[in-house]
């Protein structure tokens, strides 16, 4: 069993940047790891995807503002926030996905403020 643990959430202003981890508690072979948010009262949204050895995929929400990148030798991804705004404001949950395991984080809280 796997893991995840996201940090890096909070309050910030409009305009402004977060950079979100995600750490697994063991190494093991990720095929997509992948940023989710949801919003209250809104469904869960695919944020951004990164295939193992593929190219990062992003919401056209959040195109140019947001990059997924990851360090594999600690076994964490990061989601780097820039150009924030009031409706990104949602909890945000990494997702890591292999044969026979599809893991989630707890959720942390971003908030921008306007």
């Known amino acids: 069993q796997v893991q995840l643990v996201e940090s890096g959430g909070g309050l910030v202003q409009a305009g402004g940047s977060l950079r979100l981890s995600c750490a697994a508690s063991k190494t093991f072979v990720v095929d997509v790891m992948a940023w989710y948010r949801q919003a209250p009262g809104k469904q869960r949204e695919l944020v951004a995807s990164m295939p193992r050895g593929g190219s990062a995929l992003y919401a056209d929400s959040v195109k140019g503002r947001f990059t997924i990148d990851r360090d594999n030798t600690k076994s964490t991804w990061y989601l780097q926030m820039n150009s924030l705004k009031p409706e990104d404001t949602a909890v945000y949950y990494c997702?890591?996905?292999?044969?026979?395991?599809?893991?989630w984080g707890q959720g942390t809280q971003v908030t921008v403020s306007s």
């Open positions: 997702n890591a996905r292999t044969f026979g395991l599809d893991a």
